[in-house]
Nanobody
Framework: QVRLVESGGGLVQPGGSLRLSCAAS????????MDWYRQAPGKQRELVAS???????DYADSVKGRFIISRDSTKNTVYLQMNSLKPEDTAVYYC?????????WGQGTQVTVSS
């Protein structure tokens, strides 16, 4: 059974940084494309960043140049380094495989950007 556990969120001031982690079990992340998503209150879940099994990355325009997705195969963990955070980055952040596994959606981790 695939399990994904997100962590690393918190309250940060505008311009600050956070690193989110997505610890995976039940799959080997270096063989699986992985995505980070976010969902702000009252809005639909949106794709933020992706990493392919080959290590290629892609980003939503809203975070390009500020966020970096990476993985550590030794820890079976995917990361999202978020820099120059803005209030509009406030959301619950989730990770999942691509294609998504409905059963793998976790609780997410809350990121709040506020002064």
């Amino acid at each position: 059974q695939v399990r994904l556990v997100e962590s690393g969120g918190g309250l940060v001031q505008p311009g600050g940084s956070l690193r989110l982690s997505c610890a995976a079990s039940g799959l080997i992340i270096r063989f699986v494309p992985m995505d980070w998503y976010r969902q702000a209150p009252g809005k639909q879940r949106e794709l933020v960043a992706s990493i392919t099994s080959g290590g290629n990355t892609d980003y939503a325009d809203s975070v390009k140049g500020r966020f970096i997705i990476s993985r550590d195969s030794t820890k079976n963990t995917v990361y999202l380094q978020m820099n120059s955070l803005k209030p509009e980055d406030t959301a619950v952040y989730y990770c999942n495989t691509r294609p998504n596994l409905d059963s793998a959606w976790g609780q997410g981790t809350q990121v709040t950007v506020s002064s």
